[in-house]
């Protein structure tokens, strides 16, 4: 998680705010924390309100041991709106993308594997490779 974190901050500036285990507004969920959100660039950097779905360009979820559990909270996710989660999976080294959200799933769901690279739709001027992201 602390590359992710490096990565996107070194390469987003202020064009985002990276935020690491912050609250996200997502109904029925009142606020989970995804481990990292890219969020839209606010002056008072979301202290006085938690970021709303609308803010959100991306959601990373870092799956060790909570697989089942990330990919739970994809159906709360798709329906607040959230544009675009990825699942790094550690233990199958792989990042799940899931895009376009749906009512309860998302319409375009895909696995990136070792060797191959990524870009988040609202940064497609940004590249990451996954053994970037796993090491």
Same mark, same amino acid.
């Given at each position: #998680? ?8 070194? @390469?987003?500036?202020? @064009?985002? *705010?990276?935020?690491? !285990?912050? %609250?996200?507004? +997502? %109904? %029925? *969920?009142?606020?989970? !924390? ?13 202290r ?10 991306l959601? *990373?979820?870092? +799956?060790e ?12 996710? +798709?329906?607040?709106? #959230? ?7 550690l !233990? ?6 899931? @895009? ?16 191959e ?10 590249? *990451? ?6 090491g």
């Amino acid at each position: #998680m602390n590359f992710l974190t490096r990565f996107w901050s070194a @390469r987003l500036g202020a @064009r985002a *705010i990276v935020s690491v !285990q912050g %609250p996200v507004v +997502a %109904p %029925p *969920i009142s606020a989970p !924390q995804p481990d990292i959100a890219l969020l839209r660039d606010r002056r008072d950097f979301y202290r006085t309100a938690h970021a709303q779905p609308r803010d959100v360009f991306l959601v *990373i979820e870092v +799956a060790e041991s909570s697989l089942d559990y990330d990919h739970a909270k994809l159906r709360f996710y +798709a329906r607040a709106g #959230m544009q675009e989660v990825w699942i790094v999976d550690l !233990q199958n080294e792989g990042i799940d993308v899931h @895009r376009e959200p749906l009512r309860d799933d998302y319409g375009v769901v895909r696995t990136v594997r070792r060797g191959e690279s990524l870009t988040c739709l609202a940064f497609p001027d940004i590249t *990451i490779t996954v053994d970037e992201v796993l090491g």
